[in-house]
């Protein structure tokens, strides 16, 4: 098992920023994919961002690019996740998740095998 947690999430305005971050106590996230993911009341989860780990290349989704940045410090064993100019419809439980792989990240979920408990965001004025 690997114990992801993610934190940051809250309360901001539209056209603000939030940075959630993704940890996993002890364990080293080095050799891992780490995906974003979120879910919105009443709609399926989606892939938001992702990195690999061989390179450090990203996948975003249409919907968060020039908005949304994803990077890892691997010397603080950190994922993070920044997201700017906020929507309204970005309000959902963001979620990481970790998959054990070389290959490119996906913005799939069934790829990865971890996921974290999940850290609620709120784009409202």
């Known amino acids: 098992q690997l114990p992801l947690v993610e934190s940051g999430g809250g309360l901001v305005q539209p056209g603000g920023s939030l940075r959630l971050s993704c940890t996993a106590g002890?364990?080293?996230?080095?050799?891992?994919?780490i995906g974003w993911f979120r879910q919105a009341p009443g709609k399926e989860r989606e892939g938001v961002i992702c990195?690999?780990?061989?390179?450090?290349?990203?996948t975003a989704a249409d919907s968060v690019k020039e908005r949304f940045t994803i990077s890892r410090d691997d010397a603080k064993n950190t994922v993070w996740l920044q997201m700017d100019s906020l929507k309204p419809e970005d309000t959902a439980v963001y979620y990481c998740a970790a998959d054990l792989s070389s290959r490119p990240c996906t913005l799939s979920g069934p790829d990865y095998d971890y996921w974290g408990q999940g850290t609620q965001v709120t784009v409202s004025s």
């Open positions: 990195i690999s780990w061989v390179g450090g290349t990203t």
């Open positions: 002890e364990y080293l996230l080095n050799y891992y994919r």
